[in-house]
């Protein structure tokens, strides 16, 4: 072996042997502050209540900060690199009870988060750019400061070199705690941190004293002090928007966990809190008249652009978050549409049988698991009962709802994920209507071209997920699917909805055999009903003499309330629609 190569060789055994020893101290140091924990956890918790049900902590070999809590799973993680890296033992107190904090009150659930984003993303429309973490842990760290944890609090953020890269909006925030806690002036942001803090605002120190002096009475409001933080900080922005900084680093805890759709739809509709924080900020001068307009904004699509994706222009989760807020306007509306009768064979149950994984789970009999299983054991081996035909061939009317719905989704109203389209949310109360008198429905969105959904459907999610899809552009009906439809369906016929505008005349006068069609399907089915926006008389008339029920919509804004009426034009007082 040459000279050249046992070298090498020893330089990576020697290597080897460091990275071991690396891991076997950082191992020593997890299995240490693990242990630590049991000493600290109970007293940590009591700093917020006296009882708390929360999972152990876990402690990682490294981590993206000191601690961390996942609001979906309420996780709590601490991170051994960061904790043993700067000496930090003694303060897992103060580091816990931070983020039990989280869990407990700021910002406590994810539906919460998701308001204050939207709000911030208003005040603020920064990509990429969040100081929610920051202004959540300076409520925490205050209420902890006062139950005697400020010292171990300022050890945890003086134990990093702050210099001149570490973002503005964070070392203003320390600032902060240098005037909440007393501390002498640049002990937590360091000279480096001072001399970028005064070069932005040399009056910086006297705001820390101001936002430590107020904050916290503004509370309980929470939405209010968000505000007031927020107004104060953006004088710190200007540096890190030039140079893109906004990573607090691992000395700012991270709280996890995105808020899911339902979280995001609610956050969609402005509180009372909300609206109360904004009208506190405008008659205390907090923000610029421009700001207070963007706040007051509370149309679905202002209140839009704070969604996640929506600044970047990917828009990943819109689609469904938009959907479910969507499904919620949709059920405010509680349509019930009386289903069609259609005969299908009478029915009776037979005796209880083993349920199965992969059974459908409607078919579970909770009433024989009980009383023959018990809860305990029912709830792992819960019993099934079938039906079968009490004679075969006997019918008996069953109720089974269809709609087959034809959705305008031309240029002439807005994309649905962007601003309230009124006719989507119409064409879902609809659907839901059906659904919810145990029917199926599926739909059709047409512009120049069309989309179907054309799966008879139960489910609301996928058809309100569908409706959001938005062509734009011209009106063309499709009366070539619509032909395709009666034939196909025979003695099974929907009832058909058209939602749209005024361009359904046009498309019947360019259409030769558009009498024809409408007429076919106006009499093949229990209904075809034109839901028109603006309806012209004349039109009205002719497409009634084609057997057709129209329904004029006065008003874009009133196809939802009239969507909810729509059971009285379906179903007359004198009789129901029959196959």
């Not at 361009?503 to 055999?513: A, I, M, R, S, Y």
């Not at 089915?525 to 129209?550: C, E, H």
Request: glycine share 8%.
């Amino acid at each position: 072996m040459s000279e050249a190569t046992s070298a090498a060789a020893a330089a990576a055994a020697a290597e080897r042997a460091e990275r071991a020893e690396r891991a076997a101290r950082a191992e020593a140091a997890r299995a240490s502050i693990d242990a630590a924990i049991d000493d600290h956890w109970d007293a940590a918790r009591a700093h917020w209540a006296r009882s708390l049900q929360l999972g152990r902590p876990v402690v990682e070999l490294e981590g993206p900060a000191i601690a961390r809590i996942d609001l979906r799973d309420r996780q709590v993680f601490v991170s051994a690199a960061h904790v043993a890296g700067h000496g930090l033992e003694t303060c897992l107190e103060a580091i816990l009870a931070h983020e039990v904090g989280h869990h407990v009150k700021f910002p406590r659930s994810l539906g919460t988060l998701a308001r204050m984003r939207i709000l911030e993303k208003q005040l603020i429309p920064l990509e990429h750019f969040s100081a929610l973490n920051l202004f959540t842990d300076l409520l925490i760290n205050e209420h902890l400061g006062r139950r005697g944890l400020q010292t171990q609090l300022g050890r945890v953020y003086g134990s990093a070199d702050h210099t001149a890269q570490t973002p503005a909006t964070f070392l203003f925030t320390l600032a902060i705690y240098e005037e909440l806690w007393q501390l002498p002036p640049a002990s937590l942001v360091g000279p480096e941190g001072h001399e970028k803090l005064h070069g932005i605002y040399d009056g910086y120190r006297a705001e820390a004293h101001l936002v430590a002096q107020d904050l916290y009475r503004l509370g309980p409001n929470v939405f209010t002090q968000l505000i007031f933080y927020l107004s104060v900080l953006s004088r710190y922005l200007i540096q890190e928007v030039e140079e893109n900084q906004h990573d607090h680093g691992g000395h700012s805890c991270q709280c996890a966990g995105e808020p899911d759709a339902d979280d995001w739809a609610s956050a969609l509709t402005p509180g009372a809190l909300e609206d109360e924080a904004i009208e506190r900020a405008a008659r205390e001068g907090w923000l610029a008249p421009d700001q207070i307009r963007r706040l007051r904004d509370k149309s679905l699509g202002a209140r839009a652009a704070g969604l996640p994706g929506n600044l970047d222009g990917t828009g990943d989760q819109v689609t469904e978050i938009m959907a479910n807020w969507y499904r919620r306007q949709a059920e405010r509306y509680l349509l019930r549409p009386p289903p069609q009768r259609r005969l299908g064979e009478a029915i009776v149950p037979t005796t209880h049988e083993a349920w199965e994984p992969g059974d459908p789970i409607g078919t579970i009999d909770w009433g024989a698991t009980l009383r023959e299983r018990g809860p305990r054991f029912g709830a792992a081996r819960p019993v099934r009962r079938e039906t079968v035909a009490d004679h075969e061939g006997l019918e008996v009317e069953l109720w089974q709802p269809r709609s087959e719905i034809y959705l305008d989704v031309s240029g002439s109203m807005p994309d649905p994920r962007e601003a309230e389209n009124a006719m989507t949310l119409a064409a879902i109360i609809l659907a839901l209507g059906t659904l919810r008198a145990g029917g199926a429905a599926r739909a059709l969105l047409y512009s120049h071209t069309y989309t179907k959904s054309w799966r008879w459907c139960r489910s609301l999610r996928e058809l309100s997920g569908f409706m959001l899809k938005y062509v734009g552009g011209g009106t063309e009906f499709p009366f070539d699917v619509l032909s395709e439809s009666v034939e196909a369906c025979r003695d099974k016929q929907p009832i058909r909805l058209v939602l749209t505008d005024r361009d359904f005349d046009f498309n019947v006068g360019k259409q030769p055999d558009a009498e024809s069609v409408l007429r076919h399907a106006s009499e093949a089915g229990p209904g075809f009903i034109l839901v028109q926006a603006m309806a012209d008389p004349m039109n009205v008339k002719q497409y009634r003499s084609w057997g057709m029920r129209v329904v004029d919509v006065p008003r874009l804004n009133d196809f939802p309330a009239v969507a909810a009426q729509l059971a009285h034009a379906l179903f007359p007082e004198e009789g129901r629609p029959t196959p």
